[in-house]
């Protein structure tokens, strides 16, 4: 599927709210709206000059409502249905964002992850090995992409308020217009 509008778009990520990252509800605490609502205000505190960086913290678990179940293929689903509306860097980092994850648990053995992002790391490919690691690290985009890993963790807090989705379709549209204008 191709995302080819934001108002599209704005209908997906509308259909996140009560929708969760496993069918059976048993995985992280808030829902996919909530998730991606949280994640992209912790970007734009981050990097609130980086619109594209702050989408991709928005939409990077869309693949989940795109095909529910698909925790390996969650991230390339959504960047494929994403590309062509919101361009190549949004789309490498909604892809990178699993990548990171297993960078990070490469890097940083020590550091926590949800109890659904620990189970899930098996299926995306484990932790990284050296040349792995290695090869991460040079990507242009893995700064970035560790940056919206980081957010993509912390953004599951339950009953906290990140705003509204319709807050976004601003930031939206501008990616999507700067995406024509390049093509």
């Not at 704005?10 to 909530?34: F, I, K, N, Q």
């Not at 390996?72 to 990548?99: C, F, K, Q």
């Amino acid at each position: 599927m191709e995302v080819g509008c934001v108002e599209e778009l704005m209908e997906l990520l509308h259909a996140c709210r009560g929708a969760w990252d496993t069918p059976d509800r048993s995985g992280d605490p808030v829902d996919l709206h909530d998730h991606g609502l949280q994640t992209a205000a912790l970007l734009r505190r981050a990097r609130p000059a980086d619109k594209e960086l702050q989408i991709a913290g928005l939409l990077h678990d869309l693949g989940h409502v795109l095909r529910p179940g698909d925790d390996a293929g969650h991230a390339d689903r959504a960047a494929e249905a994403l590309r062509a509306l919101l361009g190549e860097r949004v789309a490498r980092l909604i892809r990178l964002h699993v990548p990171a994850k297993r960078y990070l648990a490469a890097v940083e053995p020590e550091r926590a992850l949800s109890p659904q992002s620990a189970l899930t790391l098996r299926a995306q490919g484990g932790v990284m090995g050296g040349a792995e690691v290695r090869a991460f690290a040079a990507d242009p985009d893995a700064e970035a992409a560790v940056t919206l890993r980081r957010a993509d963790d912390a953004g599951k807090v339950p009953g906290l308020d990140a705003g509204t989705v319709e807050d976004w379709r601003p930031v939206l549209e501008l990616v999507a217009a700067r995406t024509r204008a390049r093509a």
